[in-house]
């Protein structure tokens, strides 16, 4: 059974950085691409970073509301998938998730319990 949890999150002043942490177990991790959303009070679960699996070269992608201040990357050896946050926003405030994605970008597990990132003004 894939298990997910995340981790990392907290309270900090715009501008500033987060590392987020995607622990993983219960699947072949790196042949798996895996992304991180973002769900905000009051709106949809967004993806907001992906990175491929290892047979497609670990391939990184982003939405523009992050794109140049978040950076996605992964340790097949640890089976854990991280998210850098650089120059935080409030608008980042958000329940952040991860998940197996598929083809089309899908979640594919069960949501883990998600960490919060607040971002204050």
């Known amino acids: 059974q894939v298990q997910l949890v995340e981790s990392g999150g907290g309270l900090v002043q715009a501008g500033g950085s987060l590392r987020l942490s995607c622990a993983a177990s219960g699947i072949t991790f790196s042949i798996n691409a895996i992304g991180w959303y973002r769900q905000a009070p009051g709106k949809q679960r967004e993806l907001v970073a992906r990175i491929s699996g290892i047979s497609s070269g670990g391939i990184r992608n982003y939405a523009d509301s992050v794109k140049g201040r978040f950076a996605i990357s992964r340790d097949n050896a640890k089976n854990t998938v991280y998210l850098q946050m650089n120059s935080l926003k409030p608008e980042d405030t958000a329940v952040y998730y991860c998940?197996?994605?598929?083809?089309?970008?899908?979640?594919?597990?069960?949501w883990g319990q998600g960490t919060q990132v607040t971002v204050s003004s």
């Open positions: 998940n197996l994605l598929s083809p089309r970008d899908g979640p594919l597990a069960s």
